[in-house]
């Protein structure tokens, strides 16, 4: 789906899973590993807040994933 | 049996590129390669005419084309149709695999092909035509023909076909169910024990290949960016009013999301089938980060959060509904001027 997307929309398409192996075989380009299968974007074993912080801290490596000028499927990892 | 063969201008003799606007035209008996195939034929078959084509022409005017070298196809009232081999020429695969689909739609006609495993018209049409593997340059005609003649021969007896790999031609995605003498479960352990011994074994379920693009040009202004929500982790708002199926789904929805700033759990729901959705059910921005990206959006991180949201479930979900779900959102955010999406997955 993401790869078709981002080839009919001639748009830069991040996607965040789990499963990178995955994300790597259906041909995403930008790829930033998520927190669990049942909630990729958020986590509340800190509670509310450590779950906003950890959404907050993907988002942001999601949006710097849609500015990298990337030649081959890529990994955006925490840094 | 009366073979009838299709040819572009190149192979029939009439030129190259200059001459790929060729219109479509028959001629009596064999021309270029078929003259090999009566050879190969012997008298088991006979080439009793051959349908030529511009590779532009047909390209550029596919419909009215098809329509065209159909008729003439079928004024020759053939038992099977040969077209190519068209090696790794893009258009000319292309062109033989449509007129394939089209004499199989239309006539019901059995048709035989061959490509290189790379050209284009491969992807687009294996399922209509029994296509064989050839090298990537017409260095390979004879082998190439010589395996075209003989599953010609075999769908114009209509004798019964083998596998794909038995039978040497791509795989048309057609399962057949028959009984084997030796159960699964023995015939798993075996190739688990060949496997570990190093010994060759054949999967009796190939997984699909899957296809990648080169990666869209990155954003260059992040502030007057408009951004997209999709999942397929099937948070839907409350009721499933588009019955999105919780599993194999073979539809996607349209949301709105002008005004909404958090994905309350009273509004929206996961109702995919893949899951344990306990976290969803207590936040669904676990899986579309809705109210993150609206801070972000306050903050003037990025431009816009694009008003509509896009939700299906990912599981079980075919290949080829995953692709056109993929198409058809894609159309819609080209079409809305979004700049870049963010999907998320479970």
Known sequence: ?79 | MRVVHYLNQFYAGKGGEDKADWKPEAAPGPVGPGLELKKLFGDQAEVVGTVICGDSHYGENMEAAQAEVIKLIESFRPDVLIAGPAFNAGRYGVACGNVCQGAAEKLGLPAVSGMYNENPGLELYRKYAYIVSTPDSARGMRAALSKMAALALKLGRKEAMASAADEGYFSRGIRKNFFRPVNGAERAVEMALARLRGQPFKTEYEMPVFKRIAPAAPLTDLKTAVIALITSGGVVPRGNPDHIRVSSAETFGAYDISGVTDMKPEDYESIHGGYDRYWAGVDPDVIVPLDVMREMEREGVFGKLHDTFYATTGTGTSVAHAERFGQEIGEKLRKAGVSAAILTST
């Open chain 1, 1 to 79: 789906m993401t790869r078709e997307i981002e080839k009919a929309a001639d748009i830069p398409v991040v996607q965040i899973a789990t499963i990178v192996p995955i994300m790597l075989t259906v041909g995403t380009n930008r790829i930033v590993p998520g927190v669990a299968i049942p909630h990729p974007v958020g986590d509340y074993s800190n509670g509310p807040e450590g779950d906003r912080r950890v959404r907050r801290e993907l988002l942001e490596r999601a949006l710097k994933a849609l500015q990298t000028k990337i030649d081959e499927q890529t990994i955006f990892e925490k840094e």
